[in-house]
């Protein structure tokens, strides 16, 4: 057993949950402002998640590798070039 082997096990499942915080923060951006806060504590909480949300997505990327960064890649063109048909 390696050093690495603990710290390699825990990768996966930190990207994930990356991920899943990453999504969560987006989805609050649509939600944020039909609740009862201020303009300004609107923008600012909005601010505020989607700088959490793109951090955690691309930490998430470079934890998973180049791999999983072209296979998102290569979903997301096959989606646009989908709806341009």
């Not at 793109?54 to 997301?76: C, H, M």
Request: glycine content about 4%; charged content about 15%; overall charge positive.
């Amino acid at each position: 057993m390696s050093a690495n082997q603990p710290l390699s096990r825990l990768i996966k499942p930190l990207a994930y949950t990356l991920f899943a915080i990453s999504t969560i923060a987006w989805v609050l951006v649509f939600v944020i402002p039909f609740l009862d806060f201020s303009i300004a504590e609107t923008a600012g909480i909005i601010t505020a998640l989607i700088i959490v949300g793109e951090v955690s997505f691309y930490i998430a990327i470079l934890l998973l590798g180049k791999p999983v960064w072209n296979k998102f890649k290569q979903k997301l063109a096959d989606y646009i070039k989908q709806k341009n048909d």
